[in-house]
């Protein structure tokens, strides 16, 4: 039986500033909904991996801009499905 690979290609930043770390929740009817995760995502078939975190950082900070009081958390996982 032939496997199939399958390549996606992505994106990811750590963006760290004063002691705080940018992330990500992912919205409710995503998978992994609820879950937490770096700004980022797959890359377009003629998107730059810079361009690809541009716009995920300029999605994610226009969210929190709406938020009064952004939050810190910690989050661990030890499993991940």
Not at 39 to 58: H, M, N, V
Not at 60 to 72: C, G, M, N, V, Y
Request: proline share 5%.
């Amino acid at each position: 039986m032939n496997r199939v690979t399958v390549v996606s290609r992505v994106a990811a930043a750590v963006v760290y500033r004063d002691g705080n770390i940018l992330i990500t929740r992912l919205a409710p009817g995503e998978k992994l909904a609820g879950m937490w995760e770096f700004p980022g995502g797959k890359l377009e078939s003629e998107e730059t991996p810079q361009s690809c975190i541009f716009a995920s950082c300029a999605k994610s900070l226009a969210s929190i801009r709406h938020r009064r009081d952004p939050h810190h958390i910690r989050i661990q996982y030890s499993v991940f499905g």
